[in-house]
Structures are given as structure tokens and as C-alpha cells.
């Protein structure tokens, strides 16, 4: 993308699990590939299955791929291990969603955050601990919490916390899978301003994995749109949001809610649900609930695409430009209130 | 509600506690004050005994409890409530080691067992069947009678044969803890494996065990009196309840009932002890386990 | 008259700590609202607000540490806290009825769906089994489950999430109740599943004309699909009135703070300074809850603040809003 050489490059990126019955394998990845340069924030949007947390973990070595090759820091980090790659984690870290299961209940938030310190610098006791509550203030954690144990902290704190120990190497690249979506409102805005500042002071390059679309749009500076594993949409974030072109961008921007009552939305309502990926459909992943599928897209995989908005969309329809959902799938949502409302 | 409330906080912190305990578990409390009353017979039985453990008057043999002989003495002439306060000793001194025995090689077995799974797990798994499958008595009979008959060996025998279960259940705990989301951060921090063992699982994941180790001690109590009683466990004249019963054993169809009759009530009362201990700690460690008792 | 009536409901967890002593949290603090027929009010708030012990409360379905300690709620006129359990068992499930969060888990493993159906209404009033089967049937195509004859001999564990959640909703209507009760409806499921969720409901209770609750924590929700609104925080409503004006002019520094939180309005106006520790129950500050995070906090707040209307129907607890629009 930019000028300078990639933090990260995926390509190709497969992976699969072995499924609830014998034999089975759920295709959690099918063939992602982008990249990542330093100091850039990238949202992985999707719903469940769409594969998006198990990229954030291939890319931060917690498993390996099953085929595919990932670029880490100008190193083939493909067939690394997850215990082989502990000389990179200074490098990569990751922030989980729940922050009360992330982190060690017996640990002192103290030494929760200096665990990283005493993994991978050369710094004693008292080094440390002067680290920590450098850290600590980073992060806005008063010092007089590095003593008490997780459970005496709210979901806030404990996320900062997390957050403490992924920042706590400088590392140059930072999965956050979720980190907002199990704490409430008012207390999002804090981490995510957090995030803002802990980037444009350390330059760290984010992958930012959320199902909550005005959150991503919020903090992205590229979004790649997830679907059954496989990317349907990519491009800046203003850009998708803005001019949606795949239909499944289309529909999962108009199924979204804005904290709004103003704000109307066309609604492109889909029926059915995900499907399992377990058997994966052939073609287009989305042609079985798409609105405007062709026979055509049940047979190949459509390549990417740029339409004229400039970014990239997996779409047969993009070529001739009859992407746009029609009208008669379209209805107002809001109307019906607002009628009862008046 | 807000005046009880004051009231009781004003209550001494300990007094409280303990009262809350004694709410909470009632078989904690009766478990531990027996355990602890024999702890301190064993630890003090110099002080208390008027006799010395094999201190033998060979022309007072077998006589009926009286004011000298509280509870009679046996064949050799020996004070029988002075060798049962000694008792306290060995059966401590047995059960003990054979805990810690047991934890530090269960434990161990069963982190690693359970953290990396499959066939190492498999086979980790097998292994422990095997030991586990022999009747526990038949095995420890036969090393025992192989290996000499001596305090350390009983130890060790117990020791060794009860790891397994601490192996299994703390395996249990990580299978559970495995996929936990701090297990994966502290992979993802880059722990070494062992200190993912040790330092992450470990103080989460024994819980279970700490709540057996007390059941397990009254097993160990249990066995040793058992080897000793069929005569390949500590021999005679050690003040062992298991070989005191047995050497009691002989006088009881003559009518000489306190021979074997007290070492066998210590046995029972420490065996019943340990029990209650254990059961206790399981309702104090797991809350989930008293509220679905009650 | 409104359908339900809620006045000065107070809630408190009773427990004991591990020191033996006696613990109190005062989870609802004088909660008064009402829902009236075909109106959908929504509850908002963050953890630990209050949000579902209300309707709990409400309802009478509460955990056994918590008791309701003073306050009324009465339906169509009648107190339901002062009702005998057995008066009650009757209007639940039947005139007021219950859609929570977790559809798998509130659904029998062990009966058919359609069984499930039927049972809910012999339970509530004397119909034939082919009746109640007809209706079961016919409520599963209201809800838009395809197939709806073979569906009825469908499993849960059967069902995906957005299935399952129609079930509940079919259970929730069957009876053709009169209050809708919602905690959390689609909380868990995808956005495109939520959209077809909320649809459904909103359309039934619409064409119902039953009276709605629905619990959320999502703002997207309450904006799109209620008519009015009450924001709750540590167990008191500090803010209730009409949606829009709630979203348009919040008068509350609390509500002003949620609507500030979302990602559009930092993105419109950058971050602003909320958030804070969650409110710890078992000791209120005294006088108004959210003093110590307000950034409005004055002397008067450490005393009761007064409700204040600011607009037609839009109330607020503060004392900073009392002073700017004088006391009603």
C-alpha cells in the first residue's frame, strides 16, 4: 500500500479445524490475504464464523495455518509454532475480548504486567517495577491497583490492564480481538481513546477484530469485510462505508443500528443466517442469501474486483456495476415507528 | 438489616470468620478439631504419655484399665494409652510424607497430562490406569514384602500408589482450564511452557486436590495400619495401631479386650477425621458444590 | 391509565460475606415508570443498573437473595407485588409474558417445540390439544418459521440462534398477552439475524397493539424500535421520556455521557470525558449516585436530587437540570 515495506503480509491465509463429528473439518479461513504497514490501524469486520478471530490468532502465532504464509516483521513466520515463536511476542501482542478471563486470577495486576517485562527484557526487580508503573500511568491505571488481584477490578480497569501488558514490550503490532464488546458503553469510549493515543505515541500497527461496525469504522484506516472466511470487501474505512458495493456490505450496513432515532436507514433485510462451514458453499460464499445472485456465482469463486469507488470487492457483479441491491428489498424501519411515536 | 449489619462488623474479625466457617461447614469444623486434637496428642506425646512408647513391665502384663493404666496394658506389659498417644506419631508421620509424595509426583503428571494433550496425554493417561487398576492392598503388599519393611518404604509405596488420582484430577482441572482465555494470553505473552505449567495452571488448578489430600491422608492412615495388621507393614514392637491391633488381635477371645479395642478407636476416630476434613474443605473450596447440596 | 404502573419499586440482594456478616445491595432505588398499551418503552443502562432486576422485581421471578423492600407495580390496576404467588404463576405466561436473552437455553431440550407450544397454553387456559396444536402451528408461520407443520416436530438443539429466539417469541404470544416483556432479545445474535428479529417483534407487537419492554443495553435498539425511553443508573431512572427528545436534547449528565460514548458522536465530536468506576452497591454515595463521575457535580448533589420535567413526558433526577429549568 504505502511506500515503506509491510509490518505484516498474509497470503493465501487457510485454516481449518477438526469439526464435531469424525471427518468433518469447519473451514474457519478460506484464502485471506492482506497487509499491514507500521502505524496502521486494519478492521476485520464480520459475523460469527466469519473467521475473523481466527485470523487475529494466525497472524499473532496462538495457531498455525493450515496452508498459507504469513509475513511477520520481515520474517516467515508460516510454520512457526506457537511455543517457537516466543522470540517474536515482544513484537506481537494480543488483547482478548473478555478481560475477565484473560487474565490470571492468582496475579497480582503488578505482576500481571511485569509478567511481559520479566519474559523478555533483561531488567531486575527494582527496574521492573519502575517500568510498571510507567506502563500503569500509560495506560491511566493508578498505581495503588498494581497490588489488588483481577477480581477487585471493574471490566475497564482489567481491559487497561490487558492492555498494559500487550504495550508493555513496545511491540510493533497489537491484535485486538473484541476488546470493547463486553464492556459497556461509557466505559468503550475510554479504552478506544486509549488506543487512539497509545498508537499515535508508540506508532503501533493494530488489527482490530469487532462485529460492531460504527466501533470499527471508528478506529480503522482499512477494513477488510469478512464472510465465511474469505474477504468479500476491502478498502478504507470511510470508503466501504460510505459506497458499500458487495451485497453483503450492503445488507450488514443496513442491518446495523445507529444510536440515532434520526438517522434512516434503507434496510436490505436478509433471510436465513449464516451457514455452517462446515460445507462450504461452492462459489461465492454469500450467492445462498444474496438477493442479486446469479447462477453464475454458485460455481467459481468470484476474484477481486475494484469497482470505480477504488477499493476491492469479491463480486461478479462489480464489472458491469449492477451491484446495488434493488428497491424492492428495501424498507424503513424507522417509519412504522415514527408513526406509532407521533 | 442495616443495624445487623453494623453490629456484626463490629464483631471481633477472627471470631467472626471462624463463625462463618462453622456456618458454612459444620463437617469442616468437627473434621478439623479432631484431626488438629490428634496433631496435638502426636506432637506432644512426650509430655503426655506416662510411659514411654516401648517401655515394657514385663511383670504388669495385660492388665485391665485402671487408674495406672488407662487403657490396660498388653502382652509385653507395655501401657496401652501411652503406645496409642505414640500411635498419633506414626500415623502422622506416614500420612504426611505420603501426601506430599503424592502431590509432587501426581501433580506434576497431571499439568503436564492435561496442558499438552493427545497421545502424550493418551499414554501419561494409560500409565496411571495400570497403577490405579492392581488392588491397591495386593500392590502395596507385594512392594512392601519385596522391598523390606521399614517406615520409609510403607511411605513410599503409599505414596507412589495414590498419585494417580491427584494426577487425575488435576489433569481434569487443566482440560478445563486449557482453553481458557488466560492460558492463551499467557502463551501469547510468551511463556515457556513450563512456566505456563507452573506459575499460570498450577495455583488455579489444584484446588481439587487440596480438598482430597485429607481424604487421601485417611486412606494413607488406613493402609499402613492395614499393612502392618497382616504383618508386612511396621512391625511390632513400633507403636503402630495397625500392628497393635493386631498384636491385640489375639487376646480377644481371652477376654484381654483393651489390646486391640483402643489403638483401633484412635484408628477409626483419625480415619473419620481426615474424612470429615476433607469433605469440608471440598463444601468450603466450592461453593457451587454446597448451595446444589442444600 | 397506563397498563403497568411501577411506583418507588426498592430492591435488595441480602447476602452474607465470608466473614459471616450481613451484606446489602441496593440494586433498585425507588424506580417508578409506566408502559401503556401499545407503547414500547425501553430500559437502558450499564451493568449492574438495574435493567432486568426491574422487570424481575416486576414479575416476581427474582434470585432468592434479592427482596423487594417497598414500592408498588400494579397492572390493568392490580398491585403484582401484592398478588399471592399462585395469582401470579397465572398472569405470567399468559397476560404478561417473558423474552430473555439466552433462546437455547430457555427452551426445554427435551420437548418438541410444538409441544412446548401447546403446553404454555393448556397451562393457562382449557383448550383442546388440536386446538392448541392449530395455534402453535399457525403462531410458528406468524413468526416466520418456514415450514411451520414440520418445524413443530423439530428439536431445539435443532434450531440455530435466530430460529430458537422465534420459538420464544411464538411462546411469548400464544397466549396473546397484553404485556410483552424483552430482556435483551438479540443480544448474542448477528446483525443481519438481530435486524430480522426485531423486525418481527416490533410488526406483532404493532399489530397487537400490546404493550412493550424491552431491556438494552444498546442504544441502536431503543433509538429505532421504542417509543420511550428510561435510562437507568445504580437502581434509579435518571432520565425517562420520548426517544427522540431523549437522544436529541439529554438532559441528565449521565444520559449526555452515553449518547457522547457512541462511536458517532466521538467520531462527530471527539472524545469526551465519561466513563468512570461502575457504581459499587453496597455503599451509594449519598444523594445523587452519579456524583462522584459527573463531570457537573455541584455542593447540592450530595442531597436527594429532585425529579425534575424538562419537557412534555421528559423527566429528569438532577439537581444541575433543576436549577437550569426551575422545579415543577
Known amino acids: ?342 | 438489616m442495616t443495624a445487623v449489619a453494623t453490629t456484626e462488623a463490629t464483631r471481633p474479625r477472627i471470631g467472626s470468620r471462624l463463625l462463618g466457617v462453622i456456618r458454612r461447614s459444620p463437617t469442616f469444623a468437627v473434621g478439623f478439631t479432631i484431626v488438629g486434637s490428634f496433631a496435638v496428642l502426636a506432637i506432644l506425646a512426650p509430655l503426655i504419655a506416662p510411659f514411654g512408647a516401648i517401655e515394657a513391665y514385663p511383670f504388669e502384663v495385660l492388665r485391665s484399665p485402671d487408674g495406672k493404666y488407662l487403657f490396660g496394658s498388653d502382652g509385653n506389659g507395655m501401657d496401652v494409652f501411652s503406645r496409642v498417644i505414640y500411635g498419633a506419631q506414626y500415623a502422622f508421620g506416614i500420612a504426611v510424607p505420603a501426601a506430599i509424595l503424592m502431590l509432587l509426583i501426581g501433580v506434576p503428571f497431571g499439568l503436564y497430562a492435561g496442558y499438552v494433550g493427545g497421545l502424550t496425554d493418551e499414554i501419561l493417561l494409560r500409565i496411571m490406569d495400570v497403577v490405579r487398576s492392581f488392588p491397591s492392598i495386593v500392590l502395596a503388599l507385594a512392594v512392601v514384602a519385596a522391598t523390606g519393611q521399614s517406615v520409609v518404604n510403607v511411605v513410599l509405596v503409599i505414596g507412589l500408589l495414590d498419585s494417580p488420582i491427584f494426577a487425575r484430577i488435576v489433569r481434569s482441572e487443566v482440560l478445563a482450564l486449557r482453553s481458557s482465555p488466560f492460558v492463551e494470553a499467557a502463551v501469547a505473552a510468551g511463556n515457556p511452557t513450563w512456566r505456563i505449567l507452573f506459575v499460570h495452571l498450577l495455583p488455579n488448578a489444584i484446588r481439587g486436590a487440596t480438598a482430597l489430600i485429607a481424604v487421601r491422608m485417611a486412606w494413607a492412615v488406613r493402609i499402613s495400619a492395614t499393612l502392618a495388621f497382616i504383618g508386612v507393614g511396621i512391625q511390632p514392637p513400633t507403636p503402630e495401631w495397625g500392628a497393635m491391633i493386631r498384636q491385640g488381635a489375639e487376646y480377644i477371645i481371652s477376654g484381654e479386650w483393651w489390646v486391640a479395642t483402643f489403638p483401633g478407636l484412635a484408628l477409626v476416630g483419625v480415619v473419620l477425621g481426615f474424612n470429615l476434613l476433607g469433605d469440608g474443605l471440598q463444601d468450603l473450596l466450592d461453593p457451587k458444590r454446597r448451595t446444589a447440596a442444600r | 391509565m397506563s397498563l403497568l404502573e411501577v411506583e418507588n419499586l426498592h430492591t435488595h440482594f441480602i447476602t452474607r460475606d465470608l466473614g459471616n456478616r450481613i451484606r446489602v445491595a441496593t440494586a433498585l432505588n425507588g424506580v417508578s415508570f409506566a408502559v401503556g398499551e401499545g407503547e414500547v418503552v425501553g430500559i437502558v443502562g450499564e451493568t449492574g443498573a438495574g435493567k432486568s432486576l426491574t422487570a424481575m422485581s416486576v414479575i416476581g421471578l427474582l434470585p432468592p437473595a434479592a427482596k423487594v423492600v417497598a414500592g408498588t407495580a400494579r397492572f390493568a390496576g392490580d398491585d403484582l407485588l401484592a398478588m399471592s404467588p399462585a395469582t401470579l404463576n397465572r398472569l405470567r405466561g399468559d397476560q404478561i409474558t417473558l423474552i430473555v436473552q439466552s433462546p437455547k437455553t430457555s427452551l426445554d431440550p427435551l420437548k418438541r417445540i410444538g409441544d412446548q407450544l401447546v403446553r404454555i397454553q393448556k397451562a393457562h387456559r382449557a383448550v383442546s390439544d388440536d386446538e392448541a396444536r392449530r395455534n402453535a402451528v399457525e403462531m410458528l408461520a406468524t413468526v416466520g418459521i418456514p415450514d411451520p407443520e414440520q418445524r413443530a416436530r423439530a428439536w431445539p438443539h435443532e434450531l440455530s440462534g435466530g430460529m430458537a429466539q422465534r420459538v420464544l417469541i411464538a411462546m411469548a404470544l400464544v397466549n396473546g398477552p397484553r404485556l410483552l416483556i424483552a430482556d435483551e432479545p438479540t443480544t448474542g445474535l448477528d446483525v443481519t439475524v438481530q435486524a430480522q428479529i426485531l423486525d418481527l417483534l416490533m410488526e406483532l407487537v404493532q399489530a397487537r397493539r400490546l404493550a412493550a419492554m424491552i431491556i438494552t443495553h444498546d442504544l441502536g435498539i431503543v433509538a429505532h424500535y421504542c417509543h420511550r425511553m428510561a435510562v437507568m443508573f445504580a437502581g434509579r431512572i435518571v432520565e425517562q421520556g420520548k426517544v427522540a427528545d431523549i437522544f436529541k436534547r439529554p438532559a441528565h449528565p449521565y444520559t449526555k455521557a452515553l449518547i457522547a460514548s457512541t462511536p458517532k458522536q466521538i467520531a462527530a465530536r471527539g472524545y469526551a470525558k465519561v466513563g468512570g468506576l461502575p457504581p459499587n452497591l453496597y455503599a451509594l454515595p449519598s444523594g445523587c449516585h452519579y456524583r462522584d463521575r459527573c463531570p457537573e457535580a455541584e455542593a447540592a448533589c450530595t442531597t436527594e436530587p429532585p425529579l425534575v420535567t424538562v419537557r412534555d413526558g421528559q423527566r429528569a433526577l438532577c439537581h444541575v437540570v433543576a436549577r437550569g429549568t426551575r422545579v415543577q
Open chain 1, 1 to 342: 500500500m504505502s511506500s515503506s515495506a509491510p509490518l505484516v503480509t498474509v497470503e493465501g491465509l487457510v485454516k481449518h479445524f477438526p469439526g464435531p463429528r469424525a471427518g468433518q473439518v469447519i473451514h474457519a479461513v478460506n484464502g485471506v490475504s492482506f497487509a499491514m504497514t507500521a502505524g496502521e490501524t486494519v478492521g476485520l469486520v464480520g459475523e460469527s464464523g466469519s473467521g475473523k478471530s481466527t485470523i487475529g490468532r494466525a497472524v499473532v502465532k496462538l495457531i498455525t495455518p493450515t496452508s498459507g504464509k504469513i509475513v511477520f516483521d520481515g520474517q516467515d513466520v508460516s510454520k512457526t509454532s506457537p511455543q517457537a515463536a516466543r522470540p517474536l511476542r515482544d513484537r506481537m501482542q494480543i488483547v482478548f475480548q473478555d478481560p475477565y478471563g484473560a487474565l490470571n486470577p492468582r496475579m497480582t495486576v503488578g505482576n500481571l504486567i511485569g509478567e511481559l517485562l520479566k519474559l523478555h527484557t533483561e531488567l531486575d526487580r527494582e527496574a521492573r517495577a519502575v517500568r510498571v508503573r510507567e506502563i500503569a500511568d500509560q495506560v491511566r491505571l493508578s498505581a495503588e491497583l498494581l497490588t489488588r488481584f483481577p477480581h477487585e477490578l471493574s471490566g475497564g480497569q482489567l481491559q487497561r490492564v490487558c492492555i498494559a501488558r500487550a504495550i508493555a514490550t513496545r511491540p510493533k503490532l497489537i491484535v485486538l480481538d473484541e476488546p470493547t464488546s463486553s464492556l459497556d458503553l461509557s466505559v468503550r469510549a475510554g479504552i478506544l481513546e486509549l488506543l487512539r493515543d497509545l498508537q499515535r505515541d508508540t506508532g503501533v500497527a493494530m488489527l482490530f477484530i469487532s462485529h460492531d461496525l460504527d466501533t470499527v469504522r471508528l478506529v480503522s484506516h482499512r477494513i477488510l469485510v469478512l464472510y465465511l472466511g474469505m474477504v468479500v470487501e476491502e478498502g478504507p474505512s470511510a470508503k466501504v462505508f460510505e459506497h458499500p458495493v458487495h451485497p453483503y456490505t450492503q445488507s450488514l450496513l443496513s442491518a446495523h443500528l445507529p444510536p440515532d432515532p434520526d438517522e434512516r436507514l434503507a434496510r436490505h433485510v436478509l433471510s436465513g443466517e449464516v451457514p455452517s462451514a462446515v460445507r462450504l458453499p461452492s462459489g461465492c460464499p454469500f450467492a445462498p442469501r444474496c438477493p442479486i445472485a446469479m447462477p453464475v456465482c454458485s460455481q467459481a469463486r468470484p476474484a477481486m474486483e475494484m469497482p470505480a469507488t477504488g477499493h476491492q470487492v469479491a463480486c461478479v457483479r462489480v464489472k458491469d456495476g449492477s451491484y446495488r441491491l434493488p428497491d424492492s428489498a428495501r424498507r424503513n424501519v424507522g417509519d412504522s415507528v415514527s408513526h406509532a411515536r407521533g
